[in-house]
T-cell receptor, first 116, second 113 residues
């Protein structure tokens, strides 16, 4: 079954404790992306990756890091989480972006993060 | 720069009546436009997309949207609302020059019995 898998689904942590949210897709998609969803703000893009070893900032990258060492995986890293990073996070993938922006994105089920 | 404005944060309709969710966009290049739906505590599902083919786009569950370049709009409609349509709806824009996807702030649709 084609899917985007995020782990964990729920996470409670404390300020400053490094964490990683994993994202994996089994569709051989080139493009992957992370979003955060906050009430009244919709989804905002954090980082995206056009392919292996190619990543770029979205609209709200501060406090986050990503890596794309393999095509299928795109982990989101919070080196020193703060309470303002409490949010619902979604990973997404699509066949390609940019010139192929017409390709639809497939979303993971989401990770609800609380930073105390 | 790209942007998306969803003109209503909340819309309430009675079951069986038409649905209209409004979206205006801004893009310097030929845009791709999408509508996604998010049911409570669920992920996002694509309803439909526009990618410079037919201006009237049909999606799943009876939804459709019309791309109007002169009005820079991409409103979502459905002739007859069903209780199961209650959800949050997001309009999204991207274009061939950028790898970014810009989401609107969402419209929460409530369907009254």
């Amino acid at each position: 079954e084609a899917q985007v898998t995020q782990n964990p689904r729920y996470l409670i942590t404390v300020t400053g404790k490094k964490l990683t949210v994993t994202c994996s897709q089994n569709m051989n998609h080139e493009y992957m992306s992370w979003y955060r969803q906050d009430p009244g703000l919709g989804l905002r893009q954090i980082y995206y990756s056009m392919n292996v070893e190619v990543t770029d900032k979205g609209d709200v990258p501060e406090g986050y890091k990503v890596s794309r060492k393999e095509k299928r995986n795109f982990p989101l890293i919070l080196e020193s989480p703060s309470p303002n990073q409490t949010s619902l996070y979604f990973c997404a993938s699509s066949l390609a972006g940019g010139l192929e922006a017409k390709n639809i994105q497939y979303f993971g089920a989401g990770t609800r993060l609380s930073v105390l | 720069a790209q942007s998306v404005t969803q003109l209503d944060s909340h819309v309430s309709v009675s079951e069986g009546t038409p649905v209209l969710l409004r979206c205006n966009y801004s893009s310097s290049y030929s845009p791709s436009l999408f509508w996604y739906v998010q049911h409570p505590n669920k992920g996002l599902q694509l309803l439909l997309k526009y990618t410079s083919a037919a201006t009237l786009v049909k999606g799943i569950n009876g939804f459709e949207a019309e791309f109007k370049k002169s009005e820079t709009s991409f409103h979502l409609t459905k002739p007859s609302a069903h209780m199961s349509d209650a959800a949050e709806y997001f309009c999204v824009v991207s274009d061939e020059r950028t790898y970014k996807y810009i989401f609107g702030t969402g419209t929460r649709l409530k369907v009254l019995a």
